[in-house]
């Protein structure tokens, strides 16, 4: 029987376009390799008691009006997927020895709290806090679906965005002359990214750093929430979300995709699916592998020769009989660096596997609402993230896997170090919980290639025109992924409406809605 759109994966991107096309009356069937459907968005429990997302910690582009409010309100649950604000004088909590600064949603109260920190660059700051909301600005006209008449309306936005096409973070910073240690806290949130200054595309810093200013927000009845809900509205509308479904081969009639073949992990049998169109969230540079790279246009063969993102190490911790609110942890992340050069601390962590001195994130769920908790009521979640390189953590996993349990414990106890000697002197004594997971734990159980974390690096390279979209030239077969689109929750709600939209013919996404 063929389907009107057969999804190779369910990651969210994946999970939104299918939703949008089976509320709209089409038939949807999702095929998924992992026992759990949404890709990073999934949720696990640990010790039957401890639930855990896979990678996403906060969102943005969730306000009114906003597009996850959009797509939201089409599929009808909008009331039923809502979410709680961070904290609006302080969302991230940037941290490095001799220096504080909690990040407000207000551009005039983060330029006068840098400007006490650093009054002889005051004139600096304000000029690269002008440029940030001028380029945010510039972004939204430019961005598709491109309308003329607001590029016009706001041209010298534009031209400002169109002068930092290849710009770096660090560029720009250069550029105004900011002391480094400005420059390290306004940079701190680099796990966002998994990219130094020095790599990171200047727009895609703009994009997230500004979004969140916009409004930083945590799903009120966590993730699994979110993606239970874009799975039931499928199911609901007479779709399939298949898990243990891994596909294995796309079946090609010269130019026209017309189906799949994927082996059902649990009965190792394998079967044939069709489809009038193939929507594509594995990775696309994997999935052109898979079909044949020849087959795909000059052109798609160019914007699929992108570099993947770098992966990341994750530590997933539970403390009993604590409050973390008593030592300085609430509704916000911390990003704390030993090293006031993020540059040479990504360095030394992702090129050297030297985490002595680590830069990393905290972030901590359970004080994030009171509506659902995910762990029992005399416990909190804890999580630590940072950066990790596949290829060490992959050969160290090959040849010896008590030296990499070995060293995905080493990791996490030097962060115990920085967290007690700098947040709470105890923590040790109240754990009763910890998992870590590294790069190839990323590839085992979100399939993704080496382990990356983002789909394509977010350099300036692969941020500009010649970036990867929905296009694949085959017939009937799209990209719909964060490599193809843009990574992270909001951008790839963005992405599988995009795809809806341009599918469909039904307008969804305003322009310069991300």
Known sequence: ????????????????FGALMAKSGQSVQILEAHEYPGGFGHTFTMAKQYHFNAQ?????????????????KKLGIDQAITFE???????????????????????????????????????????????????????????????????????????????????????????????QAAQTLLALQWPDFLLPPDQLSFYAWVVLFTGYQAGAFYPTQHFEH?????????????????????????????????????IDRRTHTTREFLGE????????????????????SRAVQQRLNYEYSPSNYMAYCVVKDLDLRD??????????????????????????????????????PTLLTQAKRDCPEDCQIIEFLTVANYDYFNRLQNRDRKAYDRKKA???????????????????????????GSPTTNERFCWCPQGNSYGSSLTPKNM??????????????????????????????????MLYQRLSGDPLVTAGSI
């Open 327 to 364: 030592y300085g942890f609430g509704s916000w992340n911390i990003f704390h660096s030993e090293s006031v050069d993020l540059n040479q601390a990504f360095a030394k962590m992702y090129e050297q596997n030297d985490f002595s001195h680590p830069s990393f994130a905290i972030t901590t």
């Open 1 to 16: 029987m063929q389907t009107n759109y057969l999804i190779a994966g369910s990651g969210l991107s994946a999970l939104v």
């Open 464 to 497: 500009g025109l010649g970036r990867l979209n929905h296009n694949t030239s085959l017939k009937h077969f799209y990209f719909c992924n964060a490599s193809s689109g843009y990574p992270g929750f909001a951008p790839t709600f963005w992405t599988g409406a």
């Open 56 to 72: 996403l910690h906060y969102v943005w582009d969730c306000g009114e009006g906003h597009t996850v409010n959009r797509v939201l």
């Open 226 to 262: 979110v993606i239970h809900s874009l799975v039931n509205i499928i199911e609901k509308n007479g779709g399939k979300v298949l898990t243990d479904m891994e596909v294995t081969e796309f079946l090609v009639d010269g130019k026209t995709v017309k189906g799949v073949k994927a």
């Open 277 to 296: 169109t193939v929507i594509c969230n594995i990775d696309p540079k994997k999935a052109a592998q898979m079909i044949g790279i020849e087959k795909f």
């Open 85 to 179: 604000r961070y904290d609006r004088n302080g969302f991230d909590h940037m941290r490095l020895p001799g220096y504080a600064l909690d990040i407000p949603s207000d551009g005039d109260q983060l330029i006068q709290r840098l400007s006490t920190l650093f009054p002889d660059h005051a004139e600096q700051i304000r000029g690269f806090v002008h440029e940030v909301q001028k380029v945010s600005e510039g972004l939204k006209c430019v961005s598709p679906p491109v309308r003329p008449q607001l590029i016009l309306k706001h041209l010298p936005a534009t031209l400002a965005t169109l002068r930092h096409y290849r710009s770096t973070l660090q560029d720009v910073f250069d550029q105004f002359s900011l002391p």
């Open 410 to 436: 080493e990791i996490l106890e030097t962060i115990l170090d920085v967290v007690e000697q700098h947040y709470v002197p105890n923590i040790r004594e109240h754990l009763v919980f910890k998992i870590t």
